[in-house]
C-alpha cells in the first residue's frame, strides 16, 4: 500500500549547520508530497509541497524537490536557526484520495 | 489567519468511560479528518466526513468510534469505551473542497487523550 518513511531522528545541529531530513514513498500512480513541522505543543502546519515530478517546494529556507526517479523527496535548509527546532512529517495525498498518509516524523534539535 | 480549534486539550479518562473530543474546522471547509498519534509512533488516519458522512475510516475506527457534526461549526470524535491503547494524541484537521484534492490539511492542536 501507500506508505511514507522517513529517517529516525532526533538529528541535533548546531546552528547555521546544514539540514537533510530523508523522506522516501511508496505510492502508485502520482502523489502529491508535503512536509508539515509541529512546533511544541502546537498542531502540524503546512511547511512546503510540490504536487509532480520535479517540482521543488520552498518555504521559510527549507525545499525539497520531488523525484520520481528514486521516490524520494528529501527536506533540506542550508542555514538551520535554532528556531527550526521542531518535529518534521512528510507527508502524501493522490487524486481521488480522500486522507493523507504521514511518516513517522523526525525530531530537529538545534543548538546555539 | 483562520484556524482549526480543538478542545480540551488534554483528556484523563479512565478505562471504559466515553469521550468526546470537539474541534471546530475552519468556516467554508468541506472535508473533516481526525487523525491520532501514539507517542513516539505515526500520524495515523482515522476517519474523513464529507457533506455529512463518513467518506473514509480505517481499520482502527472500528465500533467503538464515532464522528458528528451536530451544527454548522463542530465537529466530534466521540468513542464509547475507552481502552488504555486509546491514549493518544488526537488531532482534528480540515480541508477545502474536493476540488483542490492536493489542498493541505489544516491541523488543530491536538487533544491529549489519557487513559489510566
Known amino acids: 500500500g501507500d506508505s511514507v518513511t522517513q529517517m529516525e531522528g532526533p538529528v541535533t545541529l548546531s546552528e547555521e549547520a546544514f539540514l537533510t531530513i530523508n523522506c522516501t514513498y511508496t505510492?502508485?500512480?502520482?502523489?502529491?508530497l508535503f512536509w508539515y513541522v509541529q512546533y511544541p505543543g502546537e498542531g502540524l502546519q503546512l511547511l512546503l509541497k510540490?504536487?509532480?515530478?520535479?517540482d521543488k517546494g520552498s518555504n521559510k529556507g527549507f525545499e525539497a524537490t520531488y523525484r520520481k526517479e528514486t521516490t524520494s523527496f528529501h527536506l533540506e535548509k542550508g542555514s538551520v536557526q535554532v528556531s527550526d527546532s521542531a518535529v518534521y512529517f512528510c507527508?502524501?495525498?493522490?487524486?481521488?484520495?480522500?486522507?493523507?498518509?504521514f511518516g513517522s516524523g523526525t525530531k530537529l534539535n538545534v543548538k546555539p | 489567519e483562520p484556524e482549526v480549534t480543538q478542545t480540551p486539550s488534554h483528556q484523563v479518562t479512565q478505562m471504559g468511560q466515553e469521550v468526546i473530543l470537539r474541534c471546530v474546522p475552519i468556516s467554508n471547509h468541506l472535508y473533516f479528518y481526525w487523525y491520532r498519534q501514539i507517542l513516539g509512533q505515526k500520524v495515523e488516519f482515522l476517519v474523513s466526513f464529507y457533506n455529512n458522512e463518513i467518506s473514509e475510516k480505517s481499520e482502527i475506527f472500528d465500533d467503538q468510534f464515532s464522528v458528528e457534526r451536530p451544527d454548522g461549526s463542530n465537529f466530534t470524535l466521540k468513542i464509547r469505551s475507552t481502552k488504555l491503547e486509546d491514549s493518544a494524541m488526537y488531532f482534528c484537521?480540515?480541508?477545502?473542497?474536493?476540488?483542490?484534492?492536493?489542498?493541505?490539511?489544516?491541523f488543530g492542536n491536538g487533544t491529549r487523550l489519557t487513559v489510566t
Open positions: 510540490a504536487t509532480k515530478a520535479d
Open positions: 507527508a502524501l495525498t493522490k487524486y481521488n484520495f480522500n486522507k493523507f498518509y
Open positions: 484537521a480540515s480541508k477545502e473542497g474536493r476540488s483542490s484534492y492536493n489542498s493541505p490539511l489544516h
Open positions: 505510492a502508485t500512480g502520482y502523489p502529491s
